[in-house]
């Protein structure tokens, strides 16, 4: 066989395995984001949505192009905000709070029991100091996500 024709057979392979990686992408994301995003619309090119009786912000972040990374999130008007990481097919979940206290800012990744995964004092404290607004923000999540 010659050189120029395994060059061709080599690329052949490279494209198809490049195309079958798009699909696999495309259909997974698709799958793990569609029942999100039918509960947060898409307005104005965002997933987002405000809930005025609830006073809280939600939105949909799905993955970029060939990442399987997306994420929910629930937003209240102080500056708290619950993300939530849905795995690959959205079985499994991380979750993390951004909380603005005057001029800090915490970012920390909690369990689903609302408490921090690094077991940190001063990060426990934070979400004992905030509870209520967590479980808010958690309990609205699961509401209108799952």
Do not use: C
């Not at 120029?4 to 395995?17: C, D, E, V, Y």
């Not at 992408?25 to 090119?45: H, I, L, N």
């Not at 999130?73 to 499994?92: C, R, T």
């Amino acid at each position: 066989m010659s050189r120029k024709k395994k060059l061709s057979i080599i690329f052949l392979i490279i494209i198809i395995l490049f195309g079958l990686y798009n699909l696999f992408w495309f259909v997974s994301t698709r799958y793990t984001y569609r029942d999100y995003v039918k509960a947060v619309p898409k307005e104005s090119g965002a997933h987002i949505q405000f809930d005025e009786k609830k006073q809280l912000t939600y939105n949909v972040k799905t993955p970029d192009y060939l990442y399987f990374t997306g994420n929910l999130g629930v937003s209240n008007k102080e500056g708290m905000v619950l993300l939530i990481w849905p795995s690959l097919f959205g079985k499994d979940f991380e979750y993390g709070l951004r909380i603005e206290n005057k001029s800090e800012v915490h970012e920390i990744y909690i369990d689903e029991n609302l408490k921090p995964v690094s077991h940190e004092p001063t990060q426990e404290k934070i979400i004992e100091d905030n509870y209520e607004e967590v479980k808010r923000l958690y309990d609205s999540a699961q509401e209108k996500f799952f």
